[in-house]
């Protein structure tokens, strides 16, 4: 078979962020200038300050499950970015799983799921799964270790992932993640118009949304070192919530000294509660998540589910801190 004519499928995690659309864009950007005609299947739609960067070739799975289960059967590759378990695509598991295409996971999410893939670039250091999707180019014959020779367009999807995950370079950055952004700066990546379009750009909604999630919404358990916030279905319906509006909202709590782990809680209209939670250093999000939110994640960046009515999620959620912190393991790393 020519190379060319090689059927590429990109797949992500569920609610993608911009570490998901980027390394996905990224990646498709640079096959495409290799003359394939790859196609990004998503799970489900991203937020709005990420549509921008959306190719040609796109299918939203629980759009179009029908199309989408093809792309991903009926194809001879299938690359899967940002998430390491082939349950994190949400509606796309079956046939992900279903397929015969070969399979490559790049990601940088522990505990990668490794015999559901035949190739595993799994780097958990990398503040990004752009990051890693960058220095994977970088070492292509073609590219031959030089930015200039990736299209502008990879340089800068890749780009929005290193500044979202990181949170504009405020957490899990490496001396290579400033690498990265210097050369994409020497490539004419400007950074200052990706911020504006990723954080100066939303409705006026979420700045409301914001305010009323602070103050009537934010529960705190200061005896835990904890906040949380719970988002019901109905407080979604009063601001007109669109999916990925109350992105970083997880991160507000941390600013104040005495709270070193927040939780987001959001209720989904497919029965269960949606779990955010972020850690000061010395807390683990990622152990908190693994054993009491089924879920998992980073050490400091964590997310999972509860199959809870969304009242009942402050008592579970407060006992469950509790019961983790008197683990010594956990609790001695706090104090
Ligand atoms: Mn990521």
């Known amino acids: 078979m020519k190379e060319q ?101 790049v990601d940088h999410h522990i505990n990668p799921e490794r015999t559901a893939f035949e190739e595993v670039y799994s780097e958990p250091v990398r503040s990004s799964t752009c990051e890693l999707v960058y220095y994977l180019l970088l070492q292509q014959p073609d590219v031959n270790g030089k930015a200039q020779n990736l299209p502008f367009q990879t340089l800068y999807s890749l780009t929005t992932g290193l500044l979202t995950d990181t949170n504009n370079f405020n957490n899990s950055t490496t001396p290579a993640t400033f690498r990265m952004a210097a050369d994409v700066c020497e490539q004419g990546i400007d950074l200052d118009e990706i911020t504006g379009r990723l954080y100066r750009s939303s409705r006026p909604n979420r700045l409301d949304l914001m305010g009323y999630l602070l103050n009537e919404r934010r529960l705190r358990f200061p005896e835990l070192g904890a906040e949380i916030m719970t988002f019901s279905l109905a407080d979604q319906k009063k601001f007109d919530y669109l999916s990925g509006e109350s992105e970083g909202f997880v991160n507000l709590p941390l600013q104040t000294k005495q709270v070193h782990l927040s939780g987001l809680f959001t209720e989904t209209t497919e029965g269960y509660v949606r779990v955010s939670l972020r850690s000061k250093r010395g807390f683990s999000a990622n152990r908190l998540a693994q054993q009491y939110f089924n879920g998992g994640g980073h050490e400091n960046a964590a997310g999972g589910r509860l199959y809870l009515p969304i009242q009942e999620v402050p008592a579970y959620f407060e006992n469950a801190v509790r019961a983790f912190m008197e683990q010594s393991e956990n609790r001695a790393q706090v104090l």
Do not use: M, W
């Open 5 to 105: 004519n090689l059927r590429i499928t990109l797949l992500t995690h569920t609610h993608p962020d911009g570490d998901a659309v980027g390394s996905t864009t990224g990646l498709y950007h640079y096959l495409e200038h290799l003359g394939h005609r790859p196609t990004l299947v998503l799970p489900d739609a991203c937020p709005e300050n990420l549509q921008h960067l959306l190719p040609e070739r796109l299918c939203i799975h629980n759009q179009d499950p029908e199309q989408g289960d093809a792309l991903l059967e009926n194809c001879d590759l299938l690359v899967c970015l940002d998430f390491n378990q082939l349950k994190r695509s949400g509606s796309a598991e079956a046939a992900a799983t279903r397929s015969q295409a070969k399979k490559i996971l």
